[in-house]
């Protein structure tokens, strides 16, 4: 089952902050974000792993709550660069169904102005 | 580290006619996952690779197929087109397809069937 994204899409002036939230039904193991621009390929900008850890990219960070199967990316302090769609990808709980699988949200389409 | 390839970047084909898809892994990786984005489906899981081996396969007809060869490229077939077919194909090569692995993408091969 897809993960839940939200916002569906946020504008934003250079410099503001943005959340995206990313929320699973399902028991997660990990959690992959990603950047996807027009015309191209999912940029991977960050793994979470189950154990609700906090990383950073930059100025863009990300958290997993394991307790309620969901992932928060912030975007601080917005550049013009940081205008595209982000996805977030889940993979479940070990199971048969696991390998090399990804469940992608729907996206959050974020657009950066001067 | 040469990123994931793709080839060709953009094909277009006729109803009921078949198509090969390519893709090459980043050294090292083992495992080959494929996807198809669509504005209206977003990113769906198609099949993973690893060792020449299907692994895993996502909720598609029989029409789509793929196979590894020994040095981790990958290839899809999609025979009798039909114009829902048409859609970005997306290649992402990870290390050994474990949830905590990283997926890297490739540049995609956008398939038009007319």
């Known amino acids: 089952q897809q993960p839940v994204q939200s916002p569906q899409a946020v504008i934003l002036r250079e410099g503001e902050d943005a959340v995206i939230n990313c929320s699973s039904s399902k028991a997660l193991y990990s959690v992959h974000w990603y950047r996807q621009k027009h015309g191209e390929a999912p940029v991977f900008l960050m793994i979470?792993?189950?154990?609700?850890e906090q990383k950073g990219h930059d100025k863009i960070s990300a958290s997993f709550n394991e307790k309620k199967q969901q992932s928060s990316l912030y975007l601080t302090a917005s550049q013009l660069s940081y205008s595209g769609t982000y996805f977030c990808?889940?993979?479940?709980?070990?199971?048969?169904?696991?390998?090399?699988?990804?469940?992608f949200g729907a996206g959050t389409q974020v657009v950066v102005t001067p | 580290k040469a990123g994931v390839t793709q080839t060709p970047r953009y094909l277009i084909k006729t109803r009921g006619q078949q198509v090969t898809l390519s893709c090459s892994p980043i050294s090292g990786h083992r495992s080959v996952s494929w996807y198809q984005q669509t504005p209206g489906q977003g990113l769906q899981f198609l099949f993973e690779y690893f060792s020449e081996t299907q692994r895993n396969k996502g909720n598609f007809p029989g029409r789509f197929s793929g196979r590894q060869f020994s040095n981790s490229r990958s290839e899809m077939n999609v025979s009798t087109l039909e114009r829902g077919d048409s859609a970005l194909y997306l290649c992402?090569?990870?290390?050994?397809?474990?949830?905590?692995?990283?997926?890297?993408f490739g540049p995609g091969t956008r398939l038009t069937v007319l």
């Open positions: 990808g889940t993979a479940a709980i070990w199971t048969t169904d696991s390998w090399g699988k990804l469940q």
């Open positions: 992402a090569s990870s290390l050994e397809g474990l949830p905590t692995d990283t997926q890297y």
């Open positions: 979470l792993l189950k154990g609700g």
